[in-house]
């Protein structure tokens, strides 16, 4: 029986508490994160142990490293693993939470979205940029920014949806009601957006050509998820 599995996350900033829980799940059959992958975590079989898990987003220098996760392992939480500006962390049930009151749970928010937002902003501006030329040009340089544009689409509209998602998460800690119902209004009014670009520069007659690649540029990030999802249920079910 394989000693590692690889199982699928839910994206962090949609259900970060599905995710830990589902790892303190797997630690109880034994089965135990060893570090961060593409969209999921990379388990290792171990003992049995029930073990809860948090995450922390913080933007670290070299230097501050060894101070920060020397703080949360006086506080009871272990490191486990970090990607990026992401830091996952456990401890045994009953060690205090690392965010425990409003004022540190929106501070937690906030520094999630400074980590996300400096990816997100110069992919969505390219991607804006890449789409306008496609729109406005023609002929074999028109071939080349749509094939640019999608590749670029597949890698910004998910950092938007964490980017938005994200922000809900915090306004909803604050409890600014108003802005969480605007944020349920986002998906329809982008398609209207989209479908009224279009329209207005529909005249080479390639509306449904590039309604076509934004669908699939859209699509795709939800799809790969999807079959690494159930390529790996399989796999275990082989095991």
Known sequence: MSQTKYIT???LAFSENKDMEKLRKYSLKGWHVRDFKF???TLEKGVSSDYVYS???RSLKAEEEEEYFDFFSSAGWSHVASEADIHLFRANPGTKPIYTDHDTRIEKYK???DSIRKFAVPFVLMTILAWIGTMLSSGSLESVLLVVAV???VIALPMTWTVVATYHNKWKVEGREKLVNFMKLIPAL???ISVIILLVFNESGTIINLLLYMIIGGT???AIWAIMS???KFREKSN
């Open 9 to 11: 996350s839910g994206g």
């Open 220 to 222: 795709l990030p939800i």
């Open 230 to 232: 159930l390529y790996h």
């Open 111 to 113: 520094s999630s979205i």
């Open 55 to 57: 995450v922390d987003y």
């Open 151 to 153: 590749i670029l689409s």
């Open 39 to 41: 969209m999921g975590y």
């Open 190 to 192: 982008l398609l209207i």
